[in-house]
């Protein structure tokens, strides 16, 4: 029997445009772009991307910073719409980032409330939930005080809190596991491989190999917005660590070719 695909990607592609000459301002920015005075180039983040994943299976989506992991990851959440090609996404997604999806100003408790509400939940629901979402947090008394006083490691935790007690059908994670200690690391990991067991399709972005080997079967490897590599976790992981070994002892950055397109 055939997998279910949750997430199909087709020739997708993603652009922004930059200028080609310094601003001074945001002011002469808007003036420059109205007066059709501004030279820019297109900046490739995704290029030509297809990609399949099923229900239940693990990918782990590696590359340089500015690579386009993501970019990557905002579209399969359907928060950014591609510029060419086209994105299916069957059932719930969640996307764990550092720095979004939260009210700053809100309690973390006001936060569970609002985020479940995000994801459909009534309210009776988010209540028969709150207990053990606070509990595998383990914030305490903190579930009372705003988020904007968290730390990264304490926003990861109700993120992650949040998301696996929902049961998503895709969990998406931009290296927010990376960010606790590693008694909790583990009791993380031991959580995914039970929502991995429901069914619950797992992505992961990180720059750690070791997890990305620990918790993904697949990985794709993604250089300068294309596709370099993908396949079995092991095998990407290490043609990954050689050829960012190669590059260092070369000098060589990511950042020395753009992705362009010329104007």
Request: proline share 2%; net charge positive.
């Amino acid at each position: 029997m055939d997998k279910e695909v949750l997430i199909e990607l087709k020739n997708v592609s993603v652009q922004y445009r930059f200028p080609t000459e310094k601003v001074n301002s945001i002011k002469e920015y808007v003036v420059r772009l109205f007066k059709r005075k501004l030279h820019y180039r297109m900046f490739n983040a995704l290029d030509n991307i297809s990609l399949k994943v099923c229900r239940g299976e693990s990918l782990g989506i590696i590359g340089h910073n500015g690579a386009g992991k993501s970019t990557l990851l905002k579209v399969i959440a359907e928060i950014l719409q591609p510029t060419t090609g086209s994105v299916e996404i069957n059932g719930i997604s969640t996307l764990l980032s550092l720095g979004t999806g939260f009210d700053s100003e809100e309690t973390g408790r006001n936060n569970i409330y609002l985020s479940g509400a995000y994801m459909g939940l009534s309210k009776k629901q988010i209540d028969e939930k709150y207990d053990e979402i606070v509990a595998f947090s383990e914030l305490g008394e903190f579930i009372n005080v705003p988020i904007k006083n968290y730390s990264s490691g304490m926003r990861s935790r109700l993120a992650f809190a949040i998301a696996v007690d929902v049961q998503p059908d895709i969990m998406l994670t931009d290296e927010v596991l990376s960010t606790g200690d590693a008694a909790y690391a583990r009791k993380c990991g031991k959580k995914i491989a039970e929502i991995k067991s429901k069914g619950t399709t797992f992505i992961l972005v990180s720059h750690s190999m070791s997890m990305i080997r620990d918790m993904c079967t697949k990985v794709l490897w993604l250089d300068h917005g294309k596709m370099k590599m993908y396949g079995d976790a092991a095998e990407v992981c290490s043609a990954y660590e050689a050829d960012s070994l190669q590059k260092s002892k070369a000098g060589e950055t990511p950042y020395q070719k753009l992705n362009v397109t010329k104007t």
